[in-house]
C-alpha cells in the first residue's frame, strides 16, 4: 500500500513571496503519477500541478513547479510571487497507475499574508 | 478536463434514514470515485465505479451501507443508508481523465441528527 506524508500541517506566506509544501511518499511501485491539487475554502478540489514518475523533468504551471526527487521519494510544491488567492489547503496525492486510485496525504492549509 | 455537478449540495437528514447523491459528468467515463471528507481533513476513497461492473468498495467500506449505481458513463449515484451521525460528512465524486487526473465535483455536505 502507499502512503503519503505531508509534515506541514499549515503554513504562511506574505504575499508575493515564495513558498514550499512538503510531500513524501512511500511505494513499491515504479509507474504512478503525482498530483498536487487545491482546495479552497469553497471546497471543490482542482489540479494545481502534474508529474509522470518516468519523467526527470520537474513539472511547472505558470507560478507552480514541484521538485521531485524520485529516489528520495519527495515531491515537494513551490508557490512564486503568492498570491491572496492561492490560500487553500492543497493536498499532495499518489496515483497508482496498476490499480487506478489514488492516495492523498492529509493536507496543508496555506494562509497568505496581506 | 471535465465539469462534474452534485446533487444535493447539502442536506440535513435524520438518523436512520438514506439518501442519495447524484454525480453528473460533461463527458464520457471510465472511472468514478466516491469519497468522503471531513471538513479540513483528508480525502478517504469509499469506491471505485466502473460502467457495466458492480462497484470495488475500499477497505472499512461494504455495498449496504453505500450502494453506487453507475448506470452509463456519464452518471453516477452513492446512497449512504441507515444513516448516523458518524455518516456527517462531506462526499465528493470525481472522474478520472487523461493521464490520470481526477476531476471533482463540488461535494455533498450531509449532516446526520
Known amino acids: 500500500a502507499q502512503t503519503v506524508t505531508q509534515s506541514q500541517p499549515e503554513m504562511s506566506v506574505q504575499e508575493a513571496e515564495t513558498v514550499t509544501l512538503s510531500c513524501t511518499y512511500d511505494?513499491?511501485?515504479?509507474?504512478?503519477?503525482l498530483f498536487w491539487y487545491k482546495q479552497p475554502p469553497s471546497r471543490q478540489m482542482i489540479l494545481v500541478i502534474r508529474q509522470e514518475a518516468y519523467k526527470q523533468q520537474n513539472a511547472t504551471e505558470n507560478r507552480f513547479s514541484v521538485n521531485f526527487q524520485k529516489a528520495a521519494k519527495s515531491f515537494s510544491l513551490k508557490i512564486s510571487d503568492s498570491q491572496l488567492g492561492d490560500a487553500a489547503m492543497y493536498f499532495c496525492?499518489?496515483?497508482?497507475?496498476?490499480?487506478?486510485?489514488?492516495?492523498f496525504g492529509d493536507g496543508t492549509t496555506l494562509t497568505v499574508k496581506p | 478536463s471535465a465539469v462534474i455537478s452534485q446533487k444535493p449540495s447539502r442536506d440535513i437528514c435524520q438518523r436512520g434514514t438514506s439518501l442519495t447523491i447524484q454525480c453528473q459528468v460533461d463527458s464520457q467515463v471510465t472511472m468514478m470515485f466516491w469519497y468522503r471528507q471531513q471538513p479540513g481533513q483528508s480525502l478517504t476513497l469509499i469506491a471505485t465505479?466502473?460502467?457495466?461492473?458492480?462497484?470495488?468498495?475500499e477497505s472499512g467500506f461494504v455495498i449496504d451501507k453505500f450502494p453506487i449505481s453507475r448506470p452509463n458513463l456519464t452518471f453516477s449515484t452513492l446512497t449512504v443508508s441507515n444513516m448516523s451521525p458518524e455518516d456527517s460528512s462531506i462526499y465528493l465524486c470525481?472522474?478520472?481523465?487523461?493521464?490520470?487526473?481526477?476531476?471533482f465535483g463540488p461535494g455533498t455536505r450531509l449532516t446526520v441528527l
Open positions: 465505479a466502473n460502467q457495466g461492473s458492480e462497484a470495488t468498495y
Open positions: 496525492a499518489f496515483h497508482n497507475t496498476n490499480a487506478g486510485k489514488s492516495t
Open positions: 511505494t513499491s511501485e515504479s509507474d504512478y503519477y
Open positions: 470525481s472522474v478520472a481523465a487523461v493521464g490520470d487526473t481526477q476531476y
